[in-house]
């Protein structure tokens, strides 16, 4: 009896840690990690209009010089992957895993950009890009660099 209930929560666990093994594989690509942090930006302040989508497609195409169904198609699976993420680890971990510290800055430079897309700053969108800058492991001197001064 104990023998099948051990061989129960085994065969369990083993289900469990293959479906998050499934979960966190390599399906996100760098250009879709990107997109959802902008979105994350975009989205903070409750409201986006076609000028901050238009905003993003633009930086998306300046990124990785995608072309205009590559642009629609990532950010249609960067909103829904947006709406439905609990944090900015499995995006912010691709990024870091791929881009240089460097990369790294343009990326936030990028979040400053789709902040300031529709004419100003709410505090909860600059909060989440010192979230993403800190994720991203930028430095404070990093971070404070990519602000614009407006």
Same mark, same amino acid.
């Given at each position: 009896?104990?023998?099948?209930i051990?061989?129960?929560?085994?065969?369990?666990?083993?289900d469990?840690t *293959?479906?998050s @093994? #499934?979960?966190?594989s390599?399906d @996100?690509?760098i250009?879709?990690?990107?997109?959802?942090?902008?979105?994350?930006?975009?989205r903070? *302040?409750g !409201?986006?209009d076609?000028?901050?989508?238009?905003? &993003?497609? &633009? &930086?998306?195409v300046?990124?990785f #010089?995608l072309n205009?169904?590559?642009v629609k198609?990532?950010? *249609?699976?960067a909103?829904i992957?947006?709406?439905?993420a609990t *944090?900015?680890y499995r995006?912010t971990s691709?990024?870091? =895993?791929?881009f240089t510290?460097e =990369?790294?800055?343009?990326? @936030?430079?990028h979040?400053? #950009?789709?902040a300031y897309a529709?004419?100003?700053?709410a505090?909860?969108e600059e909060?989440?890009?010192?979230k993403?800058a800190d994720l991203? !492991?930028?430095? !404070?001197?990093?971070?404070i660099q990519?602000?614009?001064?407006?």
């Open positions: 009896m104990l023998a099948k051990s061989t129960f929560f085994k065969n369990l666990a083993d469990l *293959d479906n @093994v #499934n979960q966190n390599d @996100v690509t250009e879709l990690a990107c997109a959802v942090l902008l979105c994350e930006v975009m903070a *302040d !409201h986006f076609q000028q901050e989508q238009a905003k &993003l497609a &633009l &930086l998306l300046e990124q #010089n205009e169904e590559e198609e990532v950010i *249609d699976q909103l992957q947006s709406e439905q *944090d900015f995006y691709k990024i870091n =895993q791929h510290i =990369q790294r800055i343009t990326i @936030v430079k979040l400053w #950009n789709m529709d004419g100003e700053l505090s909860i909060h989440i890009i010192r993403i991203l !492991h930028l430095r !404070h001197a990093e971070y990519t602000k614009p001064r407006k």
